[in-house]
């Protein structure tokens, strides 16, 4: 069947990038992580020391970066003006400061041409903020992923458990919930299931199972 694009959008630690990953896998897609591109430019931001307020500062430095999404054999990699920041974008100094970041108009602008010329071609699954609102506004599957603050939290104390680190429940539920906050109330484009999007309640459902109705969703197009 002809390749569509699926946006997945939701949000945070709704499982977006864990059950898009499985989706574009089963269809051989690709897979744009949306966040990791805000995160990069956060990650930059935060190394040179611009103030995060700084829209001009900001949407200048960011016209001056590459951003990368690479499909690697142990998942997708991230490079930053030919640098790996994989892993450095997701610490907590990072993953605190982003919304701050992709709440200005002119970074979200630029970002989300970026991302449109990634899924002209089609045979994508994207996951973001606004994926089905702004970015790909004519995707043929949307998905909007939900589920309740206490059971995101959970998921992501489980996550940084077996990462290694020593995480606290209670931080990880505040810090989700502040990130949410920024996310939703922001003027540009902000965090907004798009009219048309199933939304999938996954407080209950396994990683599968909501992999598997993202799935149903596509095959009734055939
Ligand atoms: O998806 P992830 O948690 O990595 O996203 C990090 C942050 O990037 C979000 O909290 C949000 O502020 C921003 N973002 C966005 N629009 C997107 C994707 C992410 O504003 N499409």
Not at 104 to 114: A, D, F, L, N, S
Not at 147 to 157: G, L, N, P, Q
Request: glycine fraction near 6%; charged fraction near 35%; charge should be negative.
């Amino acid at each position: 069947s002809k390749p569509i694009a699926i946006a997945i959008d939701g949000p945070a630690a709704a499982g977006k990038s864990t059950v898009a990953k499985i989706v574009a896998r089963e269809l051989s897609y690709i897979y744009i992580d949306t966040g990791a591109m805000y995160r990069s430019i956060t990650l930059k931001a935060l190394e040179n020391r611009i103030s995060l307020e700084d829209e001009k500062m900001l949407s200048g430095l960011l016209d001056d970066t590459s951003i990368e999404l690479i499909q690697g054999e142990d998942g997708q990699r991230v490079l930053v003006d030919g640098k790996d920041v994989t892993d450095e974008i997701r610490t907590e100094r990072v993953t605190n400061n982003v919304s701050d970041v992709a709440k200005h108009p002119t970074i979200r602008k630029e970002m989300v041409g970026r991302q449109q010329l990634l899924a002209t071609k089609r045979g994508v699954v994207m996951d973001g903020r606004d994926i089905g609102t702004h970015v790909i506004p004519d995707a043929e599957v949307k998905i909007f992923l939900i589920a309740t603050v206490e059971e995101r939290a959970k998921r992501r104390y489980e996550e940084n458990l077996r990462k290694g680190f020593n995480p606290d429940l209670e931080t990880l539920k505040k810090e989700i919930e502040r990130r949410d906050m920024i996310d939703s109330e922001r003027e540009a484009a902000p965090l907004l299931k798009a009219e048309d999007a199933i939304e999938i309640d996954t407080t209950s459902l396994t990683i599968d199972q909501v992999a598997q109705a993202i799935l149903t969703e596509v095959r009734k197009l055939d």
